[in-house]
């Protein structure tokens, strides 16, 4: 059974920082790219960051370049998402995302930047 399960959302001030993390069960991680993708209220989802299967390339959205750092941990089955100076535009449901020869989807974990 495939599964991604994100975590590590919360509320935080602006300037503040989160991690989150997407566990990943089910299929081979490491032939998969991973990616962070976000939906804030009322809008589309967004790409967020991207990272190849082995972790030599990166890729970030310009909303967060220079703020957020996408990383995986192949041996964990992890990717990670380090965000810094957030805010309060960055509030959204934040989604962790597999593709190669399928796409998986994870449920979502909820980001809140907010004095």
């Known amino acids: 059974q ?13 300037g ?3 991690r989150l993390s997407c566990a ?4 081979t991680f490491s032939s998969y790219t991973m990616s962070w ?8 989802r967004e790409f967020v960051a991207i990272i190849s299967s082995t972790g030599g390339t990166t890729n970030y959205a310009d909303s967060v370049k220079g ?6 941990d192949n041996a964990k089955n992890t990717v ?16 962790c995302n597999a593709v190669h020869w399928s796409v998986y989807w994870g449920q979502g974990t909820q980001v809140t930047v907010s004095s």
């Not at 495939?2 to 602006?14: D, H, K």
């Not at 990943?24 to 299929?27: C, D, I, L």
């Not at 993708?37 to 589309?44: L, S």
Request: no cysteine; net charge neutral; charged share 20%.
């Open 2 to 14: 495939v599964q991604l399960v994100e975590s590590g959302g919360g509320l935080v001030q602006p």
């Open 16 to 18: 503040g920082s989160l």
């Open 24 to 27: 990943a069960s089910g299929f």
């Open 37 to 44: 993708y976000r939906q804030a209220p009322e809008k589309e």
């Open 67 to 72: 703020r957020f750092t996408i990383s995986r």
């Open 80 to 95: 990670y998402l380090q965000m810094n100076s957030l805010k309060p535009e960055d509030t959204a449901v934040y989604y």
